[in-house]
């Protein structure tokens, strides 16, 4: 079953301090792999994209890493600020005849001042 | 332009009233989509438009009804809805719908039904 898990489910972190999001997947056949920022009520903001061949991709403070043997992905933030506050939502696509996109559920970020 | 523009941003109808939300482009996308998404849920696909034909319609019920008048331009009408219609209703482009990595999401319709 083509799935998208992301950890930790919700996440509180001081203004300023870095995080981790977590993303696995068992999306089959994999074409790539992106992050995007939603905040609430607000249609989702690409951040970065992957293919297969690539292991990471920085965007500013936001930096992502896939290893796609084990089928995982990070985001990493640094120095975050208190706009980083949104939920980030793991996307795998897959193409099967037409391009068809898995939705994780969601990291909900706070940063706290 | 690298936008896709959902009109209106918030939208407010009784269970017998008839509306319409709107979605434009500017890019040369050539396949457009719109998504339904309830709260701390993630986005589902409803219709996908590829060169103003509907590819995909994800078994969503009659009350809603799609339209692509070009290339540029992606409807949906609204008719009889029920309260748990109420959603997020995001619309997104692509260059084309086998493979690319343009896709892009509008802002949404915040939709209530009373």
């Known amino acids: 079953k083509n799935q998208v898990e992301q950890s930790p489910q919700s996440l509180i972190i001081l203004e300023g301090k870095n995080c981790t999001l977590q993303c696995n997947y068992t999306v089959s056949p994999f074409s790539n792999l992106r992050w995007y920022k939603q905040d609430t009520g607000r249609g989702p903001v690409s951040l970065t994209i992957?293919?297969?061949?690539?292991n990471t991709k920085s965007n500013g403070r936001y930096t992502a890493t896939l290893d796609a043997d084990t089928k995982q992905s990070s985001l990493h933030i640094t120095a975050s600020q208190l706009s980083d506050s949104a939920s980030y939502i793991c996307?795998?696509?897959?193409?099967?005849?037409?391009?068809?996109?898995?939705f994780g559920t969601g990291t909900r970020l706070t940063i706290i001042p | 332009d690298t936008e896709v523009t959902q009109t209106p941003k918030h939208l407010v109808m009784g269970m017998t009233n008839k509306k319409s939300l709107k979605c434009e482009q500017h890019m040369g996308h050539r396949a457009m989509y719109w998504y339904k998404q309830k709260a701390k849920k993630p986005p589902e696909l409803m219709f996908v438009y590829s060169y103003e034909k509907l590819s995909i319609n994800e078994s969503v019920p009659s009350r809603f009804s799609p339209e692509c008048p070009n290339s540029s331009l992606l409807n949906l009408h609204l008719h009889a809805l029920q309260p748990e219609d109420s959603a997020l209703y995001l619309c997104?482009?692509?260059?084309?719908?086998?493979?690319?990595?343009?896709?892009?999401f509008g802002s949404g319709t915040r939709l209530t039904v009373v």
């Open positions: 992957m293919t297969f061949s690539e």
């Open positions: 997104a482009s692509t260059t084309g719908w086998r493979g690319n990595y343009g896709y892009t």
């Open positions: 996307v795998v696509s897959r193409m099967a005849g037409n391009e068809k996109l898995t």
